[in-house]
């Protein structure tokens, strides 16, 4: 775990991201939570653009620490969801305004580079089938539910994982087919999960951060510094995924890197640089985040719960940003 939950409200600007948007990431379905105040177009379009950046920057972190990663997988890149997954409010404009259709899998994300974007696909397109196999559309409920989409995924992930697969999808109306070739990447999700705490963990199958999290971090850069640190908890292996090969995931060795002094936040911290380093991301903004933090959340200024205080660990991550430096400058490969 990366952060505490702030006792005090998220900042205006937040607001709409920390208590009126809900997940649509894999995992939970998209209920409503009630909140009044903007129109419920309003809250799918900031909703889904909160959920498309938190994609991209998982994107890229992903694919560049593959080789790290002890859970691989062979990726697209994309973010799907389903009109399924959204609430009865939503789901109307969310068809509107994806073309959605009950459990198939629609393009929410499709980040630049990814196997995806290269083979031609692009958000708003609709997934039909996978090498010839149609995927199942599943019937009309009211409720918000996930396992129908989620059952197409595990489709097109066991399929992926043999190789390129011919994906047959719908934009504005034509049916068209493209080939996806995977690239390799960590097997692990990022889920985007509704609540005004600040805070990202890591469970050993997935990455979560909050919506105030995410909508706290100001940049890319910002937001690769906690996924990063989130991804290192799997690295570091502080977590097991035992069932990982069921899901078109594979394990593999990779360097031991849990004996590094310092406890697992400090190790994450530490690693999680790196790794966002690896995949390009500015992260010599990493020490003034955390000064920023903070200075907005009391909880953080203070060691607490194996979690060291938030200016401990701008000053960790000043020696560690000297470290990725220095590599850099000696051509030296950037390996925690």
């Known amino acids: ?52 950046r938190v994609a991209r920057v998982g994107y890229r972190l992903s694919v560049a620490n593959a080789a790290l990663c002890p859970a691989v997988r062979n990726s697209a890149g994309w973010l799907l969801h389903a009109a399924s997954q959204y609430s009865s409010e939503l789901r109307p404009h969310a068809v509107a305004r994806f073309g959605l259709d009950g459990d198939l899998p629609g393009l ?38 996930f396992e129908g989409l989620e059952a197409n995924i595990n489709r097109l992930d066991q399929a992926l994982a043999r190789g390129p697969v011919g994906i047959s999808y719908r934009r504005d109306g034509n049916d068209h087919t493209a080939s996806v070739a995977p690239q390799r990447a960590c097997g692990y999700d990022v889920q985007l999960d509704p609540s005004d705490d600040l805070n990202a963990k890591a469970n050993g199958e997935r990455l979560f951060i909050t919506t105030a999290m995410a909508g706290f971090a100001a940049t890319d ?39 590094a ?13 790196y790794l966002a380093a690896r995949a390009g991301f500015d992260t010599a903004i990493a020490p003034a985040f955390w000064r920023r933090f903070g200075a907005y959340n ?30 850099r400058d000696a051509g030296e490969p950037l390996v925690p």
Do not use: F, K, N
Request: glycine share 8%.
């Open 1 to 52: 775990m990366l952060l505490r939950p702030s006792p005090t409200s998220v900042p205006a600007v937040l607001a709409l991201a920390a208590t009126v948007l809900v997940s649509c990431g894999p995992g939970a379905p998209t209920t409503d939570p009630g909140v009044v105040g903007a129109p419920a177009e309003q809250r799918l379009i900031a909703l889904t653009d909160l959920d498309q």
């Open 108 to 145: 929410l994300a499709a980040p630049e580079g990814s196997a995806a974007a290269r083979a031609g696909l692009r958000r708003g397109d609709l997934i039909l089938a996978v090498d010839g196999v149609a995927l199942v559309r599943g019937v009309d409920r009211r409720a918000a539910v």
């Open 221 to 259: 850069d910002e937001l690769a510094i906690i996924l990063g640190h989130e991804l290192a908890h799997h690295v570091l292996e502080h977590h097991a995924w035992h069932d990982a090969e069921t899901r078109g995931r594979q394990t593999q060795t990779v360097p031991a890197l849990s004996d």
């Open 261 to 273: 002094p310092g406890g697992p936040e400090r190790q994450a911290d530490r690693v999680g640089l």
């Open 298 to 327: 009391w909880r953080v200024r203070y060691p607490q719960w194996g979690h060291p205080s938030a200016e401990a660990r701008a000053r960790a991550l000043e020696t560690a940003q000297a470290e990725i430096t220095a590599l």
